[in-house]
């Protein structure tokens, strides 16, 4: 699917709705009483300011400062906007320390400088320098950002990265060294051909010579030509890539190179200098959002070809956030002084042996592939991958401790190592892999309720972003003068209205598929032909005969009204008994999976049984291994209710039905989450040394209260309910959700369908044999 540019107006209520921007300041410590307060600010704060005082390294111990990092810029160098302005740039530093927070837990402050001069921006970072722990520069204009860095790295004694400059050195030179190694070339031989002279450009040259590169294999050309030592308009820095080569043009230099380069503008390369290349070219083709020569181009030129490019749609991309984030943690977290080139060479090769290893399910799972390996279209890791922060961190860590510049020893790496992954857990990013799958495979998805202006905009939203292929049910006039009044683009959008004379034909042929399904079950031939006209039987026969993958609906009714027709339609998968609802919930410590929410009010223990393992059947598919408490008032016998002996009857089947399950119950859900007195008072539990990820509940009322309060009051991120236990997937929105819950119960939708369309495939291979 051809992904469409965002819409203007979506991005700016982003950025603009609720709290404007993109960040907030969060206390770590409890504030709540009067007691808490004294400790955090007067008279208790005097004591850790006594202790810095008296030895200034206490800094890092009593306040935030080894895990702050400030996003600095000027904004003379906007990516892709170009010199915007400190206050334009704003929302660009907002979104890198979110990047920051995401991948490496690492916290950022933002600073925009009205300071255009080399010595009044240094002069401001110094005088920062005892705030934070460490500083990345960002979009600061060649070629005041070399002297600015150089300055800085001699001047402050933290770490300091101009990420422009070294993110794409250090991630292209770990794809660099990944692809001579599969075309069996020596970098000390071949030759490179760049395109592009601006900052990363000459990082990238500076790291591929630290690696080996000869420099007299280079020839490098900015907008006015090849960079020679004859031009009078070059800086002394552009002078030391100067060749002494009599090439003049693009074409000729690509005849015989093994490696190209770009980092310039789109569409400058073309087939014929791709095959005019030496056998087995890397070509590393990393302009936004056009590289210099398509993949497609470049593939159909050379089939022997290593491409890269900075898109994410295309194998091998090349993604600052690969490094900066893991980077700045292992420096932070051995105090580095600076981040030298022992440390970024460090993490190229982090990188290089880290796509080497075998790929973990859920990054297969996120990129909707089989098996992804180490070979041409794979030799850099991808964004998702959750062992980046524990296998590139460690290495820079080390690697700043090596070359002297690290003012803490890490003694235990395998503690380290556990460290990193429980700040974020391995499971943290569930949400973004189900989005990136979801984008992989999209699927025709039903809207039944298209007349509504939240679904509408989700609609929009799944189809730019290339997550579905919406189909709308509906009025067609008041559906397309709703999306014309809110500047919604439908143009090229499917819209039905089953009441319409156009659909006659097809609701005769779907009522007569369901009078065969339920001439038995309550439904006469008239009254199946008639109930076509509403739209979630309709759409629910639409997803049965095939013509479309998934249906959502329920946004503006009642549960059992919009469940009623998906239950006879479609049905259960085989072997299911019943159905049931599950939250996903997306906290700190990673995702948390709720059920019963919604449809099951008062099950037996056997029907708790059920459910259970239905729920641990829906998490495996997300590659988590389940590790299930069941909740309850009461912990191993502690109340003799029939409530509480339910739930402990309901584990010991589930126990029976799959021994391999971590599950234990019945327990208070706080108790599930405090290892420390459950290690002290159960003993015997198999939650103890697990971090609990599935909560089933007693009844639907406890667990949809539990889910409302985690959504509303503790304000979490969730997507569901999601309908367990259906032969093909309708989801059913919960009454009032927003568009990004829509979207996001969409993305699962999509997951739903290529896991069951692949199902059915499969099954009658299977039967064959």
């Known amino acids: 699917m051809a992904r469409k540019k965002l819409n203007k107006q979506d991005a700016l209520d982003y950025h603009a709705l609720g709290r404007p921007g993109k960040i907030e300041v969060v206390p770590t410590k409890n504030t709540k009483t009067q007691w808490d307060l004294s400790l955090a600010y007067s008279p208790g704060v005097a004591e850790p300011c006594k202790e810095i005082h008296n030895d200034v390294e206490n800094v890092y111990k009593y306040t935030a400062k080894s895990n702050l990092v400030a996003v600095i810029s000027n904004g003379t160098a906007v990516l892709g906007l170009g010199d915007i302005g400190p206050e334009a740039s704003k929302p660009v530093m907002e979104g890198k320390g979110v990047l920051f927070k995401i991948f490496a837990d690492i916290d950022v402050f933002d600073i925009e400088l009205n300071a255009r001069g080399v010595d009044e921006f240094v002069q401001v970072v110094k005088a920062l320098e005892p705030t934070f722990g460490g500083i990345n520069l960002e979009d600061i204009k060649s070629p005041e950002c070399f002297a600015i860095e150089e300055r800085l790295k001699k001047e402050l004694k933290i770490p300091i ?54 420099p007299e294999n280079f020839i490098m050309f900015d907008k006015n030509g090849v960079i020679t030592k004859q031009r009078t308009d070059l800086t002394e820095m552009h002078l030391q890539f100067a060749t002494t080569s009599k090439v003049t043009e693009l074409a000729a230099a690509m005849k015989g190179a093994d490696v190209f380069v770009g980092l310039s503008v789109g569409n400058v390369v073309t087939p014929e200098m791709v095959k005019s290349m030496a056998k087995q070219p890397i070509v590393f083709a990393m302009a936004n959002p056009d590289p210099e020569i398509a ?4 593939i159909q030129a050379r089939p022997d070809i290593i491409f890269a490019t900075g898109r994410s749609d295309y194998p091998n991309q090349v993604n600052n956030v690969l490094g900066f984030p893991y980077i700045f943690r292992g420096a932070l977290d051995v105090r580095a002084t600076q981040i030298n080139e022992a440390m970024k060479l460090a993490a190229v090769h982090a990188l290089a042996e ?130 014309e009044e809110n500047g919604i683009e439908i143009d090229d959008t499917v819209i039905i209205d089953p009441k319409s004379d156009e659909m006659q034909e097809k609701r005769h042929r779907f009522g007569e598929l369901f009078f065969a399904k339920r001439q038995r079950k309550g439904f006469n031939k008239y009254e ?98 389940p590790r299930i408490a069941m909740v309850s008032y009461s912990n191993f016998g502690s109340s003799p ?129």
């Open 354 to 483: 880290l796509a080497k290893e075998p790929v973990p399910d859920m990054v297969n799972l996120a990129y909707n592939e089989r098996n992804l390996f180490f070979g041409p279209t794979y030799i850099i890791p991808k964004p998702l991958d959750p062992r980046l922060l524990s296998m590139v961190a460690p290495a820079v860590a080390r690697a700043a401790m090596e070359s002297g510049v690290a003012q803490k020893a890490i003694t235990n790496w395998e503690a380290y190592r556990d460290e990193l992954n429980h700040r974020l857990g391995l499971d943290n990013q569930l949400f973004r892999v189900i989005g990136t799958k979801a984008r992989q495979d999209p699927r025709k998805v039903v809207f039944a309720e298209a007349d509504n202006l939240k679904v509408l905009k989700a609609a929009q939203v799944v189809r730019d972003e290339g997550i579905a292929y919406p189909i709308l049910l509906g009025n067609e006039a008041r559906i397309r003068r709703l999306a």
């Open 641 to 769: 209710t029939p409530e509480a002996q339910m739930v402990s009857k309901a584990r010991e089947l589930v126990k029976k039905m799959d021994p391999t399950l971590i599950v234990d119950g019945e327990i208070q859900a706080a108790m599930a989450f405090n290892q420390e007195i459950l290690k002290d008072s159960y003993p015997f539990s198999e939650l103890i040394g697990e971090e609990v990820n599935t909560l089933i509940f007693p009844n639907l009322s406890a667990g949809n209260i539990a889910y409302n309060l985690l959504q509303e009051v503790a304000g979490f991120d969730a997507i569901g309910p999601v309908l367990l236990g259906m032969k093909k997937p309708v989801h059913i929105l919960q009454l009032g959700s927003t568009v990004r819950q829509i979207v996001n119960m969409v993305n699962i939708a999509v997951v739903d369908a290529q896991h069951k369309c692949c199902k059915e495939v499969e099954e009658p291979k299977k039967k064959k044999k």
């Open 161 to 214: 990265m101009h990420d422009d400059q070294h993110g794409t050195a250090i991630i292209s030179s770990a794809a660099l060294l990944n692809a001579l190694e599969l075309v069996k070339k020596k970098i000390e031989k071949v030759k490179f051909v760049i395109n592009g002279a601006g900052a990363a450009a000459m990082a990238c040259v500076k790291l591929y010579v630290a690696l080996g590169a000869k």
């Open 295 to 298: 993949y497609e181009l470049a």
């Open 528 to 625: 199946a032909n008639k109930i076509m006209r509403e739209r979630n039987y309709f759409g629910c026969m639409l997803v049965e005969t095939g013509e479309a993958d998934a249906l959502i609906s329920g946004l503006t009714r009642k549960y059992p009204d919009t469940i009623r027709p998906a239950l006879h339609v479609i049905g259960m998968e085989e072997g299911a008994k019943r159905v049931a609802g599950m939250y996903i919930i997306n906290t700190k410590r990673g995702p948390l999976f709720l059920a019963d929410t919604t449809v099951n009010f008062n099950p037996t223990s056997e029907e708790l049984a059920e459910i259970t393992i239905m729920v641990a059947k829906e998490v495996r598919l997300f590659n988590i291994e």
